[in-house]
């Protein structure tokens, strides 16, 4: 059976499935300031710790939470060399050309993934966790105030929903090229650089032709059944705030704080 992409709504009745849409958005933000300020390895293992506590909560499975992540081992291999490489510290091991490979910098490599992985983990927590409609609403709520400078929330929220939702389509697509391209001969599983850079180049083009042949569909589908700019929206979903919300909202706001305070 095929495996749903990462991103995509899972059907679910944890307590993170029942916590309010706007809510949520908010304390997705409350806990990506707690991954900036981590700092420290008693820091980053309380920030891991919190969550894998999050994916078992959620009930959604491990897949779906870390997928994205295991696709994205090469990025974090260049983020942790760039930073491994290029951090200038008093400490370099050596120093040749533009080359400052160090400690601090090996840490500080370590840190910058750390770092995108908890943001990415939580993102796909969230994002599986809460339909597109309510997703869509949440975002409306948030940037709302922007009504005051008279920008058309409205539409802003819907580009942002529909973008978010894209992301898990276009890694699906970008996958079945891969394999077309593996079918051809392209040599991805080569351990020369050169040879993958070769086999991943034709990849681009067809990406790109894929994400707006997508967003030309979904134009036109949204045209047949109605959706219109200049049309008066009706009223938004109002914030509901319970008892789980208020507790979630101080575990979270609890766990910012010990992560500045502590660690």
């Known amino acids: 059976m095929k495996q749903l992409p ?25 806990l990506i300031a707690a991954v900036v300020v981590t700092n420290s390895l ?5 920030l891991f710790l919190f969550t894998a506590i999050l994916c078992m909560i959620s009930k959604v499975g491990i897949r779906a939470a870390t ?32 080359f400052h490979p160090s400690f ?21 927590i969230i994002h599986s966790s809460t339909p597109p409609v309510e997703a869509a609403s949440a975002i409306e709520n948030l940037i709302s105030p922007l ?10 929220a819907l580009i942002l929903s529909v973008s978010i939702q894209f992301i898990p389509i276009l890694f699906e697509e970008a ?18 650089l050169l040879e993958k850079a070769r086999a991943a180049a034709p990849m681009v083009v067809p990406i790109f032709v894929a994400a707006f ?32 919300e208020m507790i979630s909202f101080l575990i979270c706001i ?7 305070m502590v660690f």
């Open 147 to 156: 009504k005051l400078l008279r920008l058309p929330v409205s539409q802003l």
């Open 6 to 30: 990462d991103g995509i709504y899972i059907e679910g009745n944890s307590p993170i499935h029942k916590l309010d849409s706007t809510v949520k958005m908010l304390l997705f933000i409350i």
């Open 104 to 124: 601090d910098g090996m840490m500080q490599g370590i840190k910058v993934a750390a770092r995108v992985i908890a943001f990415l983990i939580f993102s796909n």
């Open 213 to 244: 042949r997508r967003a030309d569909e979904l134009s036109l589908a949204m045209e047949a059944r109605g959706y219109r700019v200049d049309a008066k929206f009706s009223k938004k979903k109002k914030v509901h705030i319970g008892v789980n």
């Open 42 to 46: 008693p820091g980053y293992l309380a």
């Open 67 to 98: 997928g994205n992540v295991l696709r994205l081992f090469w990025f974090f291999i260049t983020i942790f060399l760039m930073n491994l490489l290029f951090f200038k510290a008093e400490n370099a091991w050596v120093h040749f050309w533009i």
């Open 175 to 192: 996958d079945m090229i891969k394999k077309v391209q593996t079918a051809r001969g392209a040599r991805f599983e080569s351990k020369r």
């Open 254 to 260: 609890a766990f910012l704080a010990v992560q500045i």
